[in-house]
């Protein structure tokens, strides 16, 4: 979780386009409240928000934005004895991680606002790119380590 | 109860959403700058408040103690007021006193009585300047409105007058209008009131007639003020005249002292001894 916390916060939240950035931790708590469940996604997320609000310094946002995105990812959880094919496992990530994204980016350009930019302009970006590029790294890393965590 | 319990477990994952969103608004309110200005601020009341408290309760504790200190500065105080309103006076009644002596008498020497010694007979004042101050005896002492009597023992510090009101006193006197000589003295008695003797019957002397010091004076300038004659009545040989004197002894605290003294040539060649009785 600190390493994601430390990747998101020095590396990919520089891969900035039009103040949108991908979000990593966000992928990987939907994967976790996905996979394991709504309770521990909502905690996990807490924790991961906490850590990298203390990285940005905006802790309690972080935490809120966390807990929203386990939480509502937690409704696309499959359960190991679902017996869920891959597929349906990957749709559901897909889900979970769009719906995470959206809630979260909305939160966050509603909440945190820096640039007095008007909401016309800040939740498209926030929501639209900065959903689309996260989804872009969410299907990366889901074909190249998540899929792999994931029992058939 | 225990279908409760079941919605509860259940539900945990909504419980646990509803904390962490509490914990995490919570933490958001408290990065919030207003927000901790105003918990400051509050505290800072509470603070205030509970000091006040705890003062105004000490301070009903101290009370008898703080009663104590403010009447020992009230003392200080007062003691201050006081010796500070006794040198504005003096200040004031030097200044008087040297701003109402004639032009020659500048050059005296203020002195202050400090003590007096009031009988019938032996009237006696002691004044503040001494030997250090450059007073000898025999010397002059008076006030702008005339003679108050003649230095007679000098300390360091202090002198002992021989006013004219005393019955050793004399002095060689002489009358502004008449030219009438004769010599003041004091008796038992009223003090304003002294007598001018050796003075004959032939003598053209009024009443109303300033007297002043004579020439014939072995410690005394001429023309120093003495009196003004107030009654004259003629025996077989000579008058009896009263003088009332110039001076009120009864509010004198301020005099001047005179440097000047007649020649003591002229005192030698009349074979008069400065030290003796009267003149």
Same mark, same amino acid.
């Given at each position: 979780m600190l390493t994601l916390a430390l990747v998101q916060h020095f590396?990919?939240?520089?891969?900035?386009i039009f103040h949108a950035s991908p979000d990593i931790m966000a992928i990987f708590i939907a994967f976790v409240s996905m996979s394991i469940g709504q309770r521990t996604g909502t905690t996990f997320g807490f924790a991961a928000g906490l850590i990298g609000g203390l990285l940005t310094g905006n802790v309690g946002l972080s935490a809120l934005i966390g807990t929203v995105e386990g939480f509502s990812a937690g409704f696309f959880h499959v359960p190991e004895?679902?017996?869920?094919t891959s597929v349906k496992k990957r749709r559901m990530f897909y889900a979970a991680s769009t719906v995470a994204l959206i809630l979260g980016n909305m939160l966050l350009a509603t909440l945190h606002n820096p640039l007095s930019l008007p909401a016309y302009v800040r939740l498209p970006q926030m929501v639209g790119l900065g959903t689309i590029m996260s989804m872009v790294l969410g299907t990366l890393m889901y074909n190249f380590v998540l899929k792999k965590l994931l029992k058939d | 109860m225990l279908s409760l319990f079941r919605f509860i477990a259940k539900h945990t994952a909504y419980l646990y959403f509803l904390l962490y969103c509490g914990i995490s608004i919570l933490l958001m309110q408290l990065q919030r700058k207003e927000t901790l200005d105003a918990i400051r601020e509050r505290g800072l009341a509470i603070n205030a408040s509970v000091a006040t408290q705890l003062s105004n309760f000490t301070g009903i504790l101290n009370l008898r103690q703080d009663n104590e200190q403010l009447l020992l500065q009230n003392a200080r105080l007062f003691s201050q007021v006081m010796r500070q309103q006794a040198e504005l006076r003096d200040a004031k009644e030097t200044q008087a006193a040297v701003a109402n002596a004639p032009a020659w008498a500048r050059q005296f020497k203020i002195a202050r009585v400090v003590d007096r010694r009031f009988s019938a007979t032996d009237n006696m004042l002691v004044i503040d300047s001494g030997a250090s101050q450059g007073i000898t005896k025999d010397m002059t002492v008076l006030t702008p409105d005339g003679l108050v009597g003649r230095v007679m023992e000098v300390s360091q510090n202090y002198a002992k007058v021989l006013p004219v009101? @005393? @019955?050793d006193f004399m002095v060689s006197v002489v009358s502004d209008s008449s030219r009438t000589l004769g010599l003041l003295s004091w008796q038992n008695g009223d003090e304003r009131i002294a007598h001018m003797e050796h !003075?004959? !019957? %032939?003598?053209n002397l009024k009443v109303g007639e300033q007297v002043t010091t004579s +020439? $014939?004076?072995?410690f005394a300038i001429r023309g120093i003020p003495v009196g003004r004659v107030v009654r004259i009545s003629k025996d077989k040989l000579f008058c009896n005249i009263d003088i009332r004197l110039a !001076? +009120? $002894?009864?509010?004198? %605290?301020y005099v001047l002292i005179s440097p000047a003294k007649p020649s003591r040539e002229k005192i030698e060649i009349m074979g008069a001894d400065p030290g003796r009785k009267g003149q």
């Open positions: 590396i990919v939240s520089r891969l900035l004895e679902s017996h869920a | 009101i @005393n @019955n !003075v004959p !019957v %032939s003598s +020439d $014939f004076s072995t !001076v +009120d $002894f009864a509010s004198l %605290s």
